[in-house]
């Protein structure tokens, strides 16, 4: 058995990148190779900082040593992963904790009196604090855990969207949104007869706020947009459609799964009624996610899914159900998952959100890219207004002739290609599919620059006669 002191040391976190650093391993396995720090700077073409230049070693420089899953190389090339939107890499302190959840004190919540399922319980309910004090929630039971952002999604369009739509009212969508915020909704106006409406883009290639506030009227009932566009890499201002939604009456949910990994997200300052987001891509674990909801909201919707744990008396033809966010959280949820969300939001948090922000904004590292006016594509999630840059989409190229670039095309770049789930815009910006380049805090300036030469490896290839 886990000693207390133990268990409590287990669930601590700091990024010790930030503190000692030390070279990794090299480890043959598969046909991966692992590398050592120094020779994993050295194949990408990064000096490894002397200790004088250590004080000017960036976020990435200072953070990547955390995430052994980066230190390997693909035929040669130094793995460069830039496919974070999709989802981020986990740092060891993450992997450690569910390790030790699973080695230590795995037990059921909520259930057992013993002192394992309390043990799980407490560190459970931990992270759920942890959670509201990192999107800063009025109260810890407004954060509702759920497998991932699409079933907190889902949870709002059945629990609160079957009881509150009916014919004729409108639900207000942009066009930039991932298909799991619009086809929960599709679901829910299908069977209620509620309305979709849809904001399209300015010609700047942006989501058309002027024309969201238009259609706004006493028929919406609720607001579903994106915080920071998966695809656009451009931020909708949230504060803004709480305030001109409020005055008609509607609730709006934000879809933050790219906003909260990468920035500081405050719910009470964006006030919106719900807010959603997933681990996997805020360096925790897969299987869990978040909604957070104002309790008197949560109070007041019907639960979603039945079964263990979301009732307070059960009879023979009928239940009653807990006070949320229990009432949500139907059957064993995912606990070592959940802990090691809490600790990647330790991790996330030593470092600091606005660092992290700062350090990730996209033009800032393509100032001096050689890529700047060479390229015939057309990029996007570069300009300045992006609030968060992180991603760059080659539009005007198909996705099957993007497929070696995405595959790494001999430069060992990992990026996304294809709809990214977003067909909706793919079909309203006239293509099939694009490339997406999405970094976090532990990618480097180094690392942009294989990722561009391979980018113009690519385009050279694709334009030249042959
Ligand atoms: C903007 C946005 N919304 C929703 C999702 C869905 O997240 P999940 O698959 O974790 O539920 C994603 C994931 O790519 C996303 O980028």
Redesign the pocket.
Known sequence: MVSAAAAASSLRCFPPSLGNRGPGAATARGGLVRLSSRRARSTAGVAAPSREAESAASLGDLTRVDFPILDQEFDGSKLVYFDN???SQKPSCVMKTLDEYYRFYNSNVHRGIHVLSAKATDAYESARTKVANFVNAANSREIVFT???????NLVAYSWGMSNLKQGDEIVLTIA?????IVPWQFVSQKTGATLKYVGLTKEGVPDIEQLKGLLSNKTKIVVV?????VLGSMLPIEDIVTWSNRIGAKVLV????SVPHMPVDVQRLGADFL?A????MCGP?GV?FLHGKFDLLSSMEPFLGGGEMIADVFQDKSTYAEPPSRFEAGTPAIGEAIGLGTAIDYLSQIGMQKIHEYEILPKFLTSSPLTGSSPSTLTGTHAHHHSAQNLINRRTAYGRLAPLARGGGHGVAIRSGH???QILHRTLGINASARASLHFYNTKEEVDVFVDALKDTIDFLTSEH
């Open positions: 939107g999709a989802t497998r991932n952002a699409t079933e907190a999604i949104e991932h298909h799991s915020a994106h915080h920071v566009s998966n879809d933050a799964c790219q959603v997933s681990s996997h891509k897969t996610g990214h789930c977003a």
